[in-house]
């Protein structure tokens, strides 16, 4: 008994299918039917984006959704090929595979085995924070990236003519070499293909329209006979279905792709946490962020064992799904069934698929995810933010995929501490009407007690802040319109403090009683001391002397009593 309900705790999708209501079956039906439909050409499409089989697609579209199903906390989530995710997988891949097709075609399924077991892992330390860790500037420029390197790698597919390169720059001149060479049937067919679609998703958004593109292709291949005209099509599928295996790579390959495997983690992760939290608040229901660690590492290690890349979640099928009413995770396990019939009594329409098809269809889809009202938001509210935005959009198309994850992941680290380090202070006073000690720079009728100064600083007081916190509050005493013989500290906002600051506070303590002017804390919390040998504090406090006040009121009244009886 117990042992089942620990089952159901880890299985989200398994508890839901537990107490599942039938009046939800005909709109998961729905859904699921309606994202398969989606998800096949997609799937199809999106593999070449990893530079994998068509066939590998639609296994990275059918098992890994699949086990999130069972083990995934939302219920609207469709798991699956993500352009983002594909390009960083070619870009990994492609640089430990050396063009030998059979070890890309291994390493690939050994990044995404990798990849779920150190979900797996952050899901053991509970790190579901890390879905924050890509703040929303950086994550709206690094996905503004991966848009336009797909928009542009998908343009010779679309016009049909050869490229040698994967690299942004070279694709675009290797476009405005073949712009000027005319028009051939591959092309009418991929630009028709990508003004339907556009027409078709402003018209009649709630409609399949990657599935209605790729059958028209198909029908055009068939009732044109394109291939005779040069249009490449898919090709002849695999029958059957994958057969579950380890990747036949060595040890040294997965320490080689450990570095790689942890930064699509973290892009991924933070991707997916997005989509899922957001159709989670449209449905008035939480996910929980460790169980998705969970739920997203299981779905990678499936998607290696069937050969398949790395997956995360995939916001247009998701919306797909929202869509057409799907209330649980069901869903999922309906359309990857939907998927495998397909796979089974379809493979000969899908060898019949046009190449041009599937670049409109990515091609489209990554135009859905340039995000040029967010970056507007993002520069109206803060030129600082969009900037930065905007400057990780031009590293990762300069520097590459690989390198764009880093940078920002640095970006996103260094805007932390520039902001960590340079926190706001203030100098208090008290304002005539209102309760409470207030910033006089925001309060200009607030009035400081003559002699003593009361500081803020908000922040926690670490290695890298101490000096600028010596600087401000010696900034705020050079401007005190009176000596200062009392300086209190508000240390009410600070929430850390290291060994590094107390021995700064023990040097400014000393400097302060070398001029005679005492030093005060107020509001000190309890838990800075957690972090320390309490003994140890204890001794700190007697050595230096410093005053401690359970409040801000404590600390004016010591001051005003030791005023007057000095005075």
């Known amino acids: ?49 990893a530079g994998a089989p068509p066939i590998v697609g639609i296994y990275s579209a059918i098992f890994p959704l699949l086990a999130y199903a069972l083990f995934g906390s939302s219920r609207q989530l469709i798991i699956g090929p993500d352009a983002a995710t594909c390009i960083l997988v070619a870009a990994t891949v492609a640089s430990h595979a050396h063009g030998d097709a059979q070890r890309y075609a291994a390493l690939l399924s050994a990044l995404s085995l990798l990849t779920g077991v150190l979900y797996l892992f952050a899901r053991a330390g509970r790190l579901g924070f890390i879905a924050d860790f890509l703040s929303q500037p950086i994550l709206i420029g690094y996905l503004n990236g991966i848009a336009l390197i797909v928009v542009v790698g998908q343009l010779s597919k679309l016009l049909g003519y050869p490229s040698a390169s994967r690299e942004f720059i070279d694709q675009l001149q290797e476009f405005a070499a073949h712009w000027g060479s005319g028009l051939t049937a591959t092309a009418w067919l991929g630009l028709s293909m990508v003004a339907g679609l556009l027409l078709l998703k402003r018209l009649a958004p709630a409609l399949p329209a990657p599935l209605i593109g790729v059958v028209a292709g198909i029908v055009a291949v068939v009732v044109l006979d394109l291939r005779s005209r040069g249009v490449a099509v898919t090709g002849t599928l695999p029958s059957g279905l994958p057969q579950p295996r380890l990747p036949s790579v060595g040890l040294g390959d997965y320490r080689a792709l450990l570095h790689d495997a942890a930064a699509l983690m973290v892009v991924s992760f933070a991707s997916g946490m997005l989509t899922a939290k957001s159709f989670a608040e449209r449905n008035r229901y939480s996910v929980d962020a460790n169980q998705e660690l969970a739920a997203f590492g299981i779905a990678n290690v499936v998607s290696g064992l069937v050969q398949g890349f790395a997956v995360t979640g995939a916001d247009s099928r998701t919306a797909v799904n929202n869509a057409a009413g799907g209330k649980t995770q069901l869903v999922g396990i309906v359309a990857a069934l939907v998927m495998v019939a397909v796979l089974l009594f379809l493979r000969g329409p899908l060898a019949l698929v046009p190449t041009a098809a599937l670049g409109a269809v990515v091609l489209v889809s990554a135009l859905g995810m340039l995000d040029a009202a967010g970056l507007a938001r993002l520069a109206r509210m803060s030129w600082r933010e969009g900037l930065l935005s905007v400057g990780t959009t031009l590293g990762v198309l300069v520097l590459g995929v690989i390198h764009g994850v880093g940078l920002a992941i640095a970006l996103s680290l260094g805007w932390l501490l520039v902001k960590a380090s340079r926190p706001n202070t203030a100098v208090l006073g008290r304002v005539p009407g209102v309760e409470g000690f207030h910033s006089t720079a925001d309060q ?124």
Not at 1 to 23: I, V
Not at 28 to 46: E, K, Q
Not at 454 to 483: D, M, V
Request: charge should be positive; proline fraction near 4%; hydrophobic fraction near 50%.
């Open 1 to 49: 008994m117990q042992a089942g309900r620990a089952l159901l705790r880890f299985a989200p999708g398994l508890a839901a299918l537990a107490r599942y209501e039938r009046r939800w079956l005909a709109r998961d039906l729905l859904a699921g039917v309606s994202v398969a439909a989606v998800a096949v050409p997609v799937g199809i499409a999106y593999a070449d984006l």
């Open 444 to 567: 200009p009728d607030g009035r400081t007690e003559p002699g003593l100064m009361i500081f803020r600083f908000e922040s926690g007081l670490l290695f890298f802040n101490t000096a600028y916190f010596r600087a401000r509050l010696a900034e705020a005493l050079a401007a005190s319109p009176t000596p200062v013989s009392w300086v209190v500290l508000d240390a009410s906002p600070i929430n850390w403090v290291d060994a590094t600051a107390l021995q700064s506070l023990a040097e400014l303590q000393q400097e302060f009683a070398a001029r005679g002017v005492t030093l005060g804390f107020a509001g000190v919390r309890h838990s800075l001391s957690r972090a320390f040998n309490a003994s140890a504090v204890q001794q700190w406090r007697r050595e230096c002397g410093i005053r401690d006040f359970k409040t801000l009121d404590e600390a004016v009244r010591a001051f005003e009593l030791e005023t007057r009886a000095t005075g």
